[in-house]
């Protein structure tokens, strides 16, 4: 890859230079982060990229947006939709495949074990607090999986005196959006009970009449969801707590069977329950057991002139966690032990449907004068692939008040999920392949970031080797038949611009990323992931009143393997609005795609997805203390 450096370093010193009269920017520019060491740590002392997302970010920008849309905002991470809003969503964190993201929630896995990806589309923003996200691998943190990056999004809970808020918008397409909660802390007690619902009349999917999926109708969605989150703490020396989040949806989709412009129904449930403990036996060591379990079910049935269910699919992901934190003269080190069994239930048949992974971590990480330092160390044994150990080594220097240099390298795997192994040889789809082995990565980075009082600026290069890549392909042309196969390596090289500052009542953030994701094996670029992306965005704020904008820019993407299906890059301009009308009383705005920019994010070998165009959304949030 040919990656020029010079137009992006020489945008460094431009961003900058700026009035010496702004004023500092706000604490949560350099946020505590627990998801890059997996101990609360600034984001300042870290070597790892990560960024996060706050609750005031969700509300200010993100009324009608999905998880998904708001993840591609962030630097490195693209996102693919099949359709509207409502539809299956994926995001590629440094061109890597969906499926090679981690995502977390309150720092249990959850997810589909058999496709190994997680239904964003059913993970609701109005019960998120905050997202943590790590980019690069991260296997020697949290096992298998985590080859792109890890995504850990922390739901609400109640910190603050009690509270009863609702909320409800509406706007294009029939779209609609409720909530309701009450939360708070009585003494050492904390609680949060959240409810939702949502949905969209939609759009038609599919575009192309000439498809034999095309559907003359509009495929929306509805959903409702709930969560419980509850925790005591007496003391800093003891805490317990707990939490429960279940999100179901339907969403309606086109398919060409069992007969040409067929109806369908996807109904998907995910749930995440967990409980933790932790206990503080010495003044350096702190020790908390964790448990939880993720559920995913996905249900598809035909439209009412079929009436029967066509297949389902129930994953269960069990964990269990004991992590010990011990503070040394210099830094801070862990020792974790891990189990975690994953099982599915489904319509067909599973030549093997349970598994378990054991894993022992040994981490540490800090800083001495002008110098970070991160080692983590990981063994997992897995029941179905044996013995595989990851590390991640990372290190960082101050060269000046504000100007620091990281550097890391770090090792990954992924297991084949269940429905590369074992998916039941079915027509017109395709069958599973026992023989494919893991994936395994070595990724490298280097970084030079900038941190003022008024300013967050990082230059971020990357280079990501994948072997035995898995990937599905047909059989043979045209016979709609696929089978997946380890095809041999991708190598994903590039850089990221990332730049964030306060100006007065302004504020201005943006991200420029260049990346080369290709098989190594073909010189061909991997699916869905462009060479170039960008977002350029601002809000200002003048007494009761916020407004801002946003822009979002995509080149040129292929959607098959041999790049001959072509996705025209696209630009996009949103804006969003916030009035304050009275004490806990405010109204809030959003315009999508202001141009009604026409492009696709998927596309298949006869059918064109279409997207939402123009959307306009309005609500009222009422909060009573």
Do not use: C
């Not at 808020?165 to 904390?190: I, K, M, N, P, V």
């Not at 059989?475 to 090289?493: C, D, L, M």
């Not at 790049?563 to 009035?579: D, F, M, P, Q, V």
Request: proline share 3%; net charge neutral; charged share 20%.
């Amino acid at each position: 890859m040919n990656i020029r450096i010079k137009p992006l370093a020489a945008l460094l010193p431009v961003l900058l230079s700026s009035p010496s009269g702004a004023v500092e920017l706000l604490a949560t520019l350099d946020p505590v982060i627990v998801a890059a060491t997996r101990q609360p740590t600034r984001a300042s002392e870290l070597v790892a990229d990560v960024s996060v997302i706050e609750r005031k970010d969700i509300e200010t920008a993100s009324h009608a947006a999905t998880l998904g849309e708001l993840l591609s905002r962030e630097a490195g991470i693209e996102f693919s939709r099949e359709g509207g809003r409502g539809a299956s969503e994926s995001v590629f964190v440094r061109g890597t495949n969906t499926s090679h993201t981690l995502v977390l929630l309150d720092g249990l896995r959850v997810g589909s074990a058999t496709l190994g990806t997680t239904a964003l589309n059913t993970i609701p923003l109005s019960q998120i607090e905050r997202i943590e996200i790590v980019r690069g691998t991260a296997s020697a943190l949290y096992g298998t999986d985590a080859i792109g990056g890890v995504i850990n999004i922390i739901t609400r809970s109640g910190k603050e005196a009690p509270r009863l808020e609702l909320e409800a918008g509406g706007g294009s397409h029939g779209t609609y959006q409720t909530s309701a909660a009450h939360a708070g802390q009585f003494g050492d007690f904390r609680y949060a009970l959240r409810v939702g619902a949502d949905g969209s009349d939609g759009i038609n999917a599919v575009r192309n009449r000439s498809s034999a999926a095309y559907n003359a109708d509009r495929d929306g969605y509805a959903g409702d969801n709930l969560s419980l989150n509850l925790g005591y703490a007496p003391s800093k020396a003891f805490q317990v707590g707990g939490h429960y989040l279940q999100s179901r949806t339907e969403t309606h989709y086109d398919a060409s069977w069992p007969t040409a412009n067929a109806d369908w129904r996807n109904q998907h449930l995910l749930s995440s329950m967990g409980a933790f403990a932790q206990v503080q036996p010495l003044s350096f060591w702190q020790s908390t057991l964790r448990v939880g379990r993720g559920t995913d079910k996905s249900v598809n049935r035909p439209g009412s002139d079929f009436g029967v269910e066509k297949d389902s699919f129930v994953t269960i992901q069990d964990q269990f966690s004991w992590q010990n934190d011990f503070k040394l003269p210099v830094g801070n080190a862990l020792l974790i032990a891990e189990r975690l069994e994953q099982r599915v239930e489904a319509s067909q048949s599973y030549a093997l449907t349970e598994r378990s992974i054991n894993s022992l971590q040994l981490g540490w990480n800090g800083n001495y004068k002008a110098h970070r330092l991160q080692a983590n160390v990981r063994h997992d044994a897995n029941s179905q692939f044996g013995h595989k150990n990851t590390q991640t080594l990372g290190y960082g220097y101050q060269l000046a008040d504000a100007w620091r240099i990281a550097a890391g390298y770090g090792t990954a795997f992924k297991a084949p999920t269940l429905n590369d192994l074992y998916y039941p040889n079915t027509p017109f789809v395709g069958v599973g392949n026992p023989s494919l082995q893991p994936e395994f990565a070595r990724n490298r980075e280097v970084a030079l970031h900038f941190e003022s009082n008024n300013h967050r600026a990082s230059l971020t290069y990357f280079r990501n080797n994948v072997s035995n890549l898995i990937q599905w392909e047909e059989t043979s042309p045209g016979s709609w038949f696929y089978t997946p196969k380890n095809v041999g390596q991708a190598r994903i090289e590039g850089l990221t611009l990332q730049y964030r500052a306060q100006y007065g009542d302004w504020q201005v953030y943006g991200n420029l990323n260049y990346q080369d994701a290709e098989n190594a094996e073909t010189g061909k670029q991997l699916t869905r992931r462009a060479q170039q992306f960008a977002t350029l965005g601002l809000t200002h704020r003048i007494g009761a009143f916020d407004w801002g904008g946003e822009w979002h820019g995509s080149g040129q993407r292929y959607d098959d393997a041999a790049n001959t299906r072509e996705l025209a890059g696209y630009g996009i301009l949103n804006l969003h609005a916030r009035y304050q009308l009275e004490k806990g009383v405010s109204l809030f705005a959003r315009v999508d795609n202001l141009f009604d920019k026409r492009f696709e994010y998927a596309r298949s070998s006869t059918t064109n997805y279409g997207n939402m165009g123009t959307v306009i959304f309005a609500g009222i949030r009422y909060t009573l203390k």
